[in-house]
């Protein structure tokens, strides 16, 4: 059951999936009682005004998570802007969501391994510090993909995974397959 990733800006049926579904990414953000989430209504903006402004952001790029070519999540990379001195690329993974279904079956690990493997380049992935299965999940997935060679950093109700990746060139060999994994994941 392989496991792709498409980029989702060019397909109005794949930003009206992300539509669809991000009511319940909301309800399994809050459903872990993170309570840093602002809901909605607190915000001011919609589901589509949130996703179009991903759609219009020329440093995020959005992608549809796949599983035997029916998608099954999403994620939201953000490219940094690079000091004018340091050379390397900087990538954040601002959004990443798994449905419940293929969750605990290895998508959002063999997910997030193509999405890191994609871009050469510093990484950063934030958690909420109150989403203790998001830390777990990502702090095993990240230890994966580097060999261990990650740091983690705790602040502002987040924890971050930071890590170097060295993009296609770095992956080849690299699996990506599905395996099950112990432990329980959360958001992704």
Same mark, same amino acid.
């Given at each position: 059951?392989?496991?792709?990733?498409?980029?989702?800006?060019?397909?109005?049926?794949?930003?009206?999936?992300?539509?669809?579904?991000?009511?319940?990414?909301?309800?399994?953000?809050?459903?872990?009682?993170?309570?840093?989430?602002?809901?909605?209504?607190?915000?001011?903006?919609?589901?589509?005004?949130?996703?179009?402004?991903?759609?219009?952001?020329?440093?995020?790029?959005?992608?549809?998570?796949?599983?035997?070519?029916?998608?099954?999540?999403?994620?939201?990379?953000?490219?940094?802007?690079?000091?004018?001195?340091?050379?390397?690329?900087?990538?954040?993974? &601002? +959004? %990443?969501?798994?449905?419940?279904?293929?969750?605990?079956? !290895?998508? =959002?690990?063999? $997910?997030?391994?193509?999405?890191? @493997?994609?871009?050469?380049?510093?990484?950063?992935?934030?958690?909420?510090?109150?989403?203790?299965?998001?830390?777990?999940?990502?702090?095993?997935?990240? &230890? +994966? %993909?580097?060999?261990?060679?990650?740091?983690?950093?705790? !602040?502002? =109700?987040?924890? $971050?995974?930071?890590?170097?990746? @060295?993009?296609?060139?770095?992956?080849?060999?690299?699996?990506?397959?599905?395996?099950?994994?112990?432990?329980?994941?959360?958001?992704?």
């Amino acid at each position: 059951m392989p496991i792709t990733i498409r980029e989702a800006r060019a397909s109005k049926s794949d930003r009206d999936w992300i539509e669809e579904t991000y009511g319940e990414y909301l309800a399994d953000l809050t459903a872990d009682s993170t309570g840093v989430f602002p809901s909605l209504t607190v915000t001011g903006q919609g589901v589509a005004e949130i996703i179009q402004g991903w759609f219009h952001d020329d440093r995020c790029t959005v992608f549809i998570v796949l599983r035997e070519q029916e998608p099954v999540g999403f994620a939201v990379v953000q490219r940094g802007l690079s000091n004018s001195g340091d050379p390397k690329r900087h990538f954040r993974l &601002s +959004e %990443f969501f798994i449905r419940k279904p293929f969750r605990n079956k !290895g998508v =959002g690990r063999g $997910a997030a391994m193509l999405i890191f @493997a994609r871009y050469a380049g510093e990484w950063t992935v934030p958690e909420q510090s109150r989403n203790p299965g998001a830390i777990r999940f990502w702090r095993r997935v990240v &230890s +994966e %993909f580097t060999n261990g060679r990650y740091r983690e950093q705790r !602040g502002q =109700g987040e924890v $971050a995974h930071s890590f170097t990746s @060295a993009g296609p060139a770095g992956a080849a060999g690299r699996s990506v397959s599905q395996r099950p994994r112990s432990g329980r994941r959360r958001t992704c």
